[in-house]
Each structure stands twice: as C-alpha cells, then as structure tokens.
T-cell receptor, first 117, second 109 residues
Framework: GAVVSQHPSRVICKSGTSVKIECRSL??????MFWYRQFPKQSLMLMAT?????????EQGVEKDKFLINHASLTLSTLTVTSAHPEDSSFYIC?????????????FGQGTRLTVV | GQNIDQPTEMTATEGAIVQINCTYQ??????LFWYQQHAGEAPTFLSY??LDGLEEKGRFSSFLSRSKGYSYLLLKELQMKDSASYLC??????????WGAGTKLIIKP
C-alpha cells in the first residue's frame, strides 16, 4: 500500500523559533499534498494545498508567511512554522494523493505534535 | 457553502451494533470516505463509496445515497478498541476533501 512518512512525530520548541515538518510519499508519487491542523477534540482543518513545482494554495485565515510550504518534488513537501508561538501548538497532519488515483483514498502521515513553550 | 453533518458523540455497548450517520451538501461529489481516528493519531482509512448502495468490509459497512446526500457507517460486534472518532469526508468537484467534524464513539462494557 501507499505509505506517507511524516517527520518529526513530536517536537518541542521555544517561542520565536522555527520548526520544519517533512512529509514524504515513500512508494508513490504525489502531485498534491495537503497540510491539516487539528486541535484537541476537533476535526481536521485544511491549512493549505501543496502542488509540486508551484506555490501552495492557502485556506482563508491561514497566514502564508507564517506557515511556509515547499513542495520541491513529487515525493516531498515541507511545512515550516516560522516564529512559533504557544498558540501554534497543535497536531499537524499531512496527506498525499496518489498521482494515479486522483479522487480516491488520501494517504496520511503519522502526524506531528508541536508544542511551543 | 459546503457542509457535512454528523453527530458529535455516540455511546454503544460492547458486542452491539451502532450506526453513525453523515449528511452532506457539497459542490459536486466524487466519493465519500469514512476514517477512524484514535486520539493523538492520524486518521486511518475505513471505506470509500462513490456509487449508491452498501459496501461491506468485515465488521464495518458503509452505505451511500447520493440523491439524499446521506451516508452511514455501520459497526457490528463492537469491541472496546472501536472507541475512537469516526470522520466522514466528501470529495467535491475539485477533488478536494471536505471533512465532517467527526463522531466520537464511546464503547461501554
């Protein structure tokens, strides 16, 4: 099956620093990757859609200068939380669409628990 | 606007059957997904329906009626490990996933 690897799984950082989260499709190519944020007891909130070789599309209310997304290849997208603050503490999850299976199952990474202190 | 509704929380007894409903209003339709999510973990895929009818997969079944904008997830022979959130998601005309808020299922012995 298709595997998406997300790293790191947990990270604690100091307020004001930046954190990079990687999302890799290990055995398939993904033209599109999605970044979600999830607060406790809430559903997934789409932050942005990342397309290989082009700028990410951000959802309304998501600061593009704070959440930098780079989709440099068909197997890697990164999310960088810049100048992190405690309110950025959350569970971040990426998902990828298989290049040959558009519209079918989304494959999720394991998620990253970010804690900003 | 796009909207997906599902109950916030349900409680059921171990060994019983539970049905989790999902209604949706989206811009186009290219399939409906059910995912299971345990606390602190990423969602895991359960089912995908794109045509009307019932899809059965072991203890889990999923039903879709496109004309009614309605789906349900049926869980049989409930086990304690089935305690989790169940997320309904619809792929719209742009193949973007629209997520429901999730249903927290509590299983009691």
């Amino acid at each position: 099956g298709a595997v998406v690897s997300q790293h790191p799984s947990r990270v604690i950082c100091k307020s004001g620093t930046s954190v990079k989260i990687e999302c890799r499709s290990l055995d398939f190519q993904a033209t599109t990757m999605f970044w979600y944020r999830q607060f406790p007891k809430q559903s997934l909130m789409l932050m942005a859609t990342s397309n290989e070789g082009s700028k990410a599309t951000y959802e309304q209310g998501v600061e593009k200068d704070k959440f930098l997304i780079n989709h440099a290849s068909l197997t890697l997208s990164t999310l960088t939380v810049t100048s992190a603050h405690p309110e950025d503490s959350s569970f971040y999850i990426c998902s990828a669409n298989h290049i040959e299976k558009q519209g079918t199952e989304a494959f999720f990474g394991q998620g990253t628990r970010l804690t900003v202190v | 606007g796009q909207n997906i509704d599902q109950p916030t929380e349900m409680t059921a007894t171990e060994g019983a059957i539970v049905q989790i409903n999902c209604t949706y209003q989206t811009s186009g339709f290219n399939g409906l997904f059910w995912y299971q999510q345990h606390a602190g973990e990423a969602p895991t895929f359960l089912s995908y329906n794109v045509l009307d009818g019932l899809e059965e997969k072991g203890r889990f079944s999923s039903f879709l009626s496109r004309s009614k904008g309605y789906s349900y997830l049926l869980l049989k022979e409930l086990q304690m490990k089935d305690s989790a959130s169940y997320l309904c998601a619809v792929t719209d005309s742009n193949y973007q996933l629209i997520w429901g808020a999730g249903t927290k299922l509590i299983i009691k012995p």
